[in-house]
T-cell receptor, first 115, second 112 residues
Framework: GAGVSQSPSNKVTEKGKDVELRCDPISGHTALYWYRQSLGQGLEFLIYFQGNSAPDKSGLPSDRFSAERTGGSVSTLTIQRTQQEDSAVYLC?????????????FGPGTRLTVL | RKEVEQDPGPFNVPEGATVAFNCTYSNSASQSFFWYRQDCRKEPKLLMSVYSSGNEDGRFTAQLNRASQYISLLIRDSKLSDSATYLCVVQGSGAGSYQLTFGKGTKLSVIP
């Protein structure tokens, strides 16, 4: 079956512009997660959704970052007024339910470069 | 102290060698433990879960020592296709049970 898909696969933007990243989770998965992987760093948790609600937004690095999920499916991560330090690979994952014993399946990521 | 620490490597080993990776974690309340594999410029994929009793999947053996907060992965008879970065991952309990915490990864290169 289809896995997690993300778009765009690559995004180059200028400092100060807004960007929107999209994630399509595996059909039927109720939980959706966003992570960020910066060069030389481990994956960093950003936010997770259970259905359409985001119980924990504490991983978002600044108020320039926001995310939403509609219809319990597609999610978008928006970064406003991008900075060079936002350059990273943004990975989305989904699982059947949240919590332990629920494998998280990752999408291929969006590689964001802020010039 | 970082939450999950791994030796970054790289580990360069010949085909057929046995190689071991280690990982330590700081949160004693962590409940679940995994090894993920990440190929260059690809997404992480679950390699195996890690249990206190130890578990084996073909050439791969994982061990967990809760008292020492230590996780290991052993790869026997290395293949060229094993070349990748291996990520040690822990998952919390309760309110933190949804979040995976990743180490920075250990890079393995298997050479002919």
């Amino acid at each position: 079956g289809a896995g997690v898909s993300q778009s765009p696969s690559n995004k180059v933007t200028e400092k100060g512009k807004d960007v929107e990243l999209r994630c399509d989770p595996i059909s039927g998965h109720t939980a959706l997660y966003w992570y960020r992987q910066s060069l030389g760093q481990g994956l960093e948790f950003l936010i997770y959704f259970q259905g359409n609600s985001a119980p924990d937004k504490s991983g978002l690095p600044s108020d320039r970052f926001s995310a939403e999920r509609t219809g319990g499916s597609v999610s978008t991560l928006t970064i406003q007024r991008t900075q060079q330090e936002d350059s990273a690979v943004y990975l989305c994952a989904s699982s059947l339910f949240a919590g332990t014993s629920n494998e998280q399946f990752f999408g291929p990521g969006t590689r964001l470069t802020v010039l | 102290r970082k939450e999950v620490e791994q030796d970054p490597g790289p580990f360069n080993v010949p085909e057929g060698a046995t190689v071991a990776f280690n990982c330590t974690y700081s949160n004693s309340a962590s409940q679940s433990f995994f090894w993920y594999r990440q190929d260059c410029r690809k997404e992480p994929k679950l390699l195996m879960s890690v249990y206190s009793s130890g578990n084996e999947d073909g050439r791969f053996t994982a061990q967990l020592n809760r008292a020492s907060q230590y996780i290991s992965l052993l790869i026997r008879d290395s293949k060229l296709s094993d070349s990748a970065t291996y990520l040690c991952v822990v998952q919390g309990s309760g309110a933190g049970s949804y979040q995976l915490t990743f180490g920075k990864g250990t890079k393995l290169s298997v050479i002919p």
